[in-house]
């Protein structure tokens, strides 16, 4: 049973840096594409980021464009949310998961990942 488990969360002032990380046990991440969700308070969980099977490939939502930074190392069988520039906004619980398939393209929607972390909480004060 594959596992997911997310790290790296905390309270930073705007403009600060976080790095989240998600550790995966119970399947090799090779040729899954993975991604990272967030959910605020009375909002539905919303894509962040992916990046494909072999981390040649990366995408994000706009809002994090150029702030946020997604990485992956098979080896260890880790992806990772470099964010920077945080601000209140970014607020959120943020998930990591995985693909349903592998070598599929990363999608951008919950549908598209069969397996979830449960959550690491990012607070970002003004």
């Known amino acids: 049973q594959v596992q997911l488990v997310e790290s790296g969360g905390g309270l930073v002032q705007a403009g600060g840096s976080l790095r989240l990380s998600c550790a995966v046990s119970?399947?090799?991440?090779?040729?899954?594409?993975m991604a990272w969700f967030r959910q605020a308070p009375g909002k539905e969980r919303e894509f962040v980021a992916s990046i494909n099977w072999s981390g040649g490939a990366t995408y994000y939502t706009d809002p994090v464009k150029g702030r946020f930074t997604i990485s992956r190392d098979n080896a260890k069988n880790t992806v990772s949310l470099q964010m920077n520039n945080l601000k209140p906004a970014d607020a959120a619980i943020f998930y990591c998961?995985?693909?349903?398939?592998?070598?599929?393209?990363?999608?951008?929607?919950?549908?598209?990942?069969?397996?979830w972390g449960q959550g690491t909480q990012v607070t970002v004060s003004s």
């Open positions: 119970g399947r090799s991440i090779n040729g899954y594409a």
């Open positions: 998961a995985i693909a349903r398939s592998r070598y599929l393209a990363p999608g951008r929607t919950r549908l598209d990942y069969d397996s």
